[in-house]
């Protein structure tokens, strides 16, 4: 087989774009996981490799054992990104939907990733706390979750977000459509 | 841009293979971190996306905290076994060097792992004892390095790996030669 054409099946050219990494960061309940979801969807349908990074799966597959210290939360965060890192330079765009509570942690994984794009998730705590989809909240303002932010642990929003998602007003779909444009305004999607 | 044009681009196709995984094991200074990377060498040449990871890195980037347990070090090769996972599906070539000592974790990943293929690096105690690049036999043995590989600590090797390496008398492009026919026969190149 000519080399072209092998590099053509395994996906490997020499003009292939580098992939990119979409962060969703923001309290438990913002709708982190629905919009990547849907960004997947709608990256998928336009012939894109994409994997979704959501927090709970990695805590099992990469961070089993860590706490909730704010060390342990930055080594996850940093774990994270180096799959990023990984699949990035292979063409791969990584979805990730972590609670990501610390501005430094989330600034380090920018660093070391060339196409990064942050989306604030964002939503009023008492808005959250009232509608409460899964319980949580209710469990951790009797004490019974610790270390949960945004009740006994903190959440450093980001100063300057590439977009901000207002989770209590937009749809999904809003959101998504928000993403998309700056995806396309830095060129990473056309 | 037409689907098929951005598609082309990116890297993807329906078309496009699956990665595959060349899992290196062995004791300390079988030639694992070598012959790895000279097959990444080769595939890189052949237009192959490829990642090597590597044991020591793996530790810094992903297992920082595990120990040399058991139990840790099982943790650990699920981890490696996670990205190689992540990277197959989206056609990268994941080669692993890492000492893997517990034949039950290599077969958990052989499971996860649409294609696995297992390299043991073999050679005698006696002769890493003897050549001991590093200096590491000898810390070992005097007892200044903890479970310590093949030392204080057991390494199961493969009752049928799919290639064997004597890295003994075989040169690391020898090596490399008999993984490669055996990736032909597999059909993962060509």
Redesign the interface.
């Known amino acids: ?1 000519l ?1 072209a054409e ?8 020499k ?3 580098a992939g990119f990494t979409v962060w969703f960061t923001g309290l438990s309940g913002t709708g982190k996981t629905t919009s990547s979801r849907l960004l997947k969807e709608r990256l998928l349908a ?4 994409v ?1 979704l990074l959501d927090g709970d799966i990695v805590r099992q ?2 961070s ?3 706490t909730f210290s704010k060390e342990d939360r930055d ?1 996850n965060i ?2 994270i990104g ?2 990023c890192e ?2 990035g330079r ?3 765009v990584s979805l990730v939907a972590a609670i990501s509570p610390y501005r430094a942690a989330r600034e380090w994984v920018r660093m070391q990733i060339p196409h990064f794009v942050e989306v604030y998730m964002e939503c009023p705590l008492t808005v959250l706390i009232e509608k409460d989809v899964r319980g949580l909240y209710r469990r951790a303002l009797a004490g019974k979750i610790p270390n949960f932010t945004g009740i006994s642990d903190p959440y450093e929003p980001p100063l300057d977000p590439d977009v901000r998602i207002r989770s209590y007003q937009d749809t999904p779909t809003d959101g998504v459509d928000r993403i998309w444009e700056k995806l396309e305004k830095l060129r990473l999607v ?1």
Chains 1, 2 share one sequence.
């Open positions: 087989m080399r092998k590099q053509d099946e395994m996906g490997k050219h003009g292939s774009r336009y012939g894109y490799r994997e597959r990469l089993r054992g860590l080594e940093r774990r180096y799959v990984l699949l292979n063409g791969v056309d």
